[in-house]
């Protein structure tokens, strides 16, 4: 069991200047403590000096990095790390960026930390923190976990937000922090963040910013452009989705029904009339706007098909609910929002085993599923 607190396994111990981290002789001064990081074999309480190794050091000094970057002897321990290792922050980066993309979130979020109490005006490593937590909430909020989604997704804002402040600007800060809004259907900040990705990166050069940088400001004029064609920083429109995320569908049904009145041919504002009228049990209105929705360009979307299978699902049309899920499916094939929505329809038909092999499928692709676990539990397979 880990400690509640991670620094209960890090002794402090005075070393002499002989000690030796690799081929590098350390400038060690005998008067300051240095954090070892005690094996996992150590009885509480005991220490074998003879037993030392370098890693245990390296792991302790990590370790007051990412616990107690306001040590009193932080800038003594820094220079042991950068002497001992002077290519650390690049090892840490690669290993935390590894481990978020494996989902050890936990592992990923201490390197990260021990990454900023290592170099805190590092404003790339903040950057990579908020695009981490940003991470970090899509994962959750798949898994059905919103309220710890939304507590990673603050996190993620707060971290967004220092990178924006930056001197220099970093490009990749409004890039990256402009999508996050997309996400969170806060469009006029999105906007001002392509605006200004754009702006930082118009003078560039195709060599300078290579194929990557192309794409990314292509995508950002994309985005912009869809922004504005389609007036999605319009007031009511961004009232709406707040209203309706927050369960208060009717009054967000009043700010989406003045928001088409203007703009007719916006598919996202008929996809969101149709997801208040769905979440107020109106199937049939319901099914109107997700078609309509369809009908209009982009509007053909694997999240249009499954919200509109659900009201087929609810008004006992299970043949439709399947031919349109599957038309989901085949847009993404790896939804697990779409999958669970096919365990669901198998167990309104009475196919028990075969909504069990869906729920499975929902785990292979994320274990942590709420509802799949829920429903396997709740099947007894």
């Known amino acids: 069991m880990k400690p509640s607190n991670p620094l209960d396994n890090v002794y402090f111990i005075n070393l002499d200047e002989s000690v030796k981290f690799s081929d590098n002789a350390l400038q060690i001064d005998p008067t300051?403590?240095?954090?070892?990081?005690?094996k996992d074999k150590d009885a509480p309480g005991t220490f074998n000096m003879k037993e030392l190794t370098q890693e245990q050091i390296l792991a302790g000094l990590l370790a007051i990095m990412a616990y107690d970057p306001k040590n009193q002897h932080i800038l003594y321990y820094r220079s042991i790390l950068k002497q001992a290792r002077p290519d650390?922050?690049?090892?840490?980066?690669?290993?935390?960026?590894?481990?978020a993309k494996n989902e050890d979130w936990d592992l990923a979020e201490e390197i990260f930390s021990s990454l900023r109490g290592f170099d805190p005006d590092d404003l790339v490593t903040v950057l990579n923190t908020?695009?981490?937590?940003?991470?970090?909430?899509?994962?959750?909020?798949r898994s059905g976990l919103i309220d710890d989604a939304d507590a990673y997704d603050e996190d993620a804002l707060n971290y967004y937000r220092e990178a924006l402040d930056a001197e220099p600007a970093?490009?990749?800060?409004f890039f990256n922090a402009a999508f996050f809004y997309l996400k969170k259907h806060n469009f006029k900040e999105?906007?001002?963040?392509f605006e200004t990705y754009l702006a930082l990166t118009c003078d560039a050069k195709d060599e300078e910013l290579g194929e990557n940088g192309i794409y990314k400001k292509n995508r950002a004029q994309q985005m912009l452009d869809e922004i504005n064609n389609r007036n999605m920083e319009d007031d009511h429109f961004t009232a709406a989705y707040d209203l309706i995320a927050h369960g208060k569908e009717k009054e967000g049904l009043d700010e989406i029904r003045q928001f088409i009145e203007k703009n007719p041919d916006v598919w996202n504002a008929w996809f969101m009339l149709g997801w208040a009228l769905r979440r107020l049990e109106r199937y049939d209105d319901a099914k109107q706007a997700f078609e309509k929705a369809l009908t209009l360009e982009g509007g053909e979307t694997a999240d249009t098909f499954n919200e509109l299978s659900i009201c087929y699902m609810e008004e006992g049309d299970l043949g439709k609910a399947r031919k349109?899920?599957?038309?989901?499916l085949a847009l993404d094939s790896e939804n697990t929002k779409i999958i669970s929505n096919l365990g669901y329809l198998a167990l309104?038909?009475?196919?028990?085993?075969?909504?069990a092999a869906y729920f499975q499928a929902v785990?292979?692709?994320?274990?942590?599923?709420?509802?799949?676990?829920?429903?396997l539990a709740r099947l007894e397979v």
């Open 32 to 38: 300051i403590p240095l954090p070892v990081q005690k």
């Open 88 to 99: 650390l922050k690049k090892e840490l980066t690669e290993a935390a960026i590894l481990k």
């Open 130 to 141: 908020a695009l981490f937590f940003d991470q970090r909430a899509d994962s959750y909020r």
């Open 170 to 173: 970093i490009p990749d800060a």
């Open 190 to 193: 999105a906007k001002s963040c």
């Open 324 to 328: 349109i899920l599957e038309k989901a």
């Open 348 to 355: 309104k038909e009475g196919k028990t085993s075969e909504a």
């Open 363 to 375: 785990l292979e692709y994320d274990p942590n599923d709420k509802i799949a676990l829920a429903e």
